[in-house]
């Protein structure tokens, strides 16, 4: 199986992001069932993770302004057999697509006991996060306003 890993973030990489890419890529890396692992991120995270792992490809800064078109045809040149986005955002792409929901207190309670700049941000998160689960709620696998993680039917 091939797999891209796209980093959707706006622009910055936690240090706790950086761990779990650090711990994860390796992994996937050497795993029996995944025949490549494609790491995407943007070229303003590349000279920090590029010093911990090899093989990280690049999209052009401000490529979110022209809708990510630089990096949509970097998956078409790459072919993977599925795009795994890490980080609760959405890419539209032709190819099968995983979105991973890693914390969702920002999704579940944006405002709840936050200084008022988490709760922006929180609420910026919680917008990602939908625009993420919106096309598993075409499948008709939402349950209670949310989406079936077990869908059966795609």
């Not at 706790?16 to 890419?21: D, V």
């Not at 990510?68 to 032709?94: E, G, Y």
């Not at 910026?124 to 996060?129: H, I, N, V, Y």
Request: contains cysteine; proline residues 8%.
């Amino acid at each position: 199986m091939r797999i891209a890993m796209v980093n959707l973030t706006s622009g910055g990489l936690s240090g706790g992001y950086l761990k779990y890419l650090l711990r994860v890529v390796p992994l996937l890396r050497v795993h029996g069932a995944i025949g490549r692992l494609d790491v995407l991120t943007p070229q303003v995270m590349l000279p920090e993770l590029a010093e911990h792992a090899s093989g990280v490809l690049a999209w052009p800064d401000g490529d979110w302004l022209r809708g990510f078109r630089r990096l949509k045809a970097m998956l078409v040149s790459l072919a993977p057999d599925v795009v795994w986005i890490p980080t609760a955002r959405w890419l539209h792409s032709d190819r099968p697509t995983v979105v991973m929901v890693r914390n969702t207190e920002p999704i579940d309670w944006p405002l709840w006991r936050n200084p008022p700049m988490e709760a922006v941000r929180n609420v910026l998160r919680a917008r990602q996060g939908h625009v993420a689960w919106r096309p598993t709620w075409s499948c008709g696998c939402a349950w209670a306003g949310k989406p079936h993680y077990l869908c059966e039917t795609q």
